[in-house]
């Protein structure tokens, strides 16, 4: 099961992230392959595109780097 947890640390920014990343298969910083059980949800962001529309996207980071400060 994910858990949920704010980020305690700033989010890199979506779009140098890969869409593995993107897409919450992998850390938002480490990379490692995430699962249910191995995922910390990072709760949903949003992110404006170039016309202005803002979207929803929902990081996941692994435990130890959700934990890091």
């Known amino acids: 099961m994910t858990t949920t947890l704010p980020p305690r640390r700033p989010l890199p920014r979506r779009a140098g992230l890969t869409r593995r990343q993107q897409r919450g298969a992998s850390c938002v910083w480490c990379c490692i392959v995430l699962s249910p059980d191995t995922a910390v949800s990072l709760g949903t962001q949003t992110y404006q595109l ?20």
């Open 50 to 69: 170039a016309d202005g529309q803002d979207l929803e996207w929902h990081p996941r980071g692994c435990t130890r780097c959700a934990e890091a400060g």
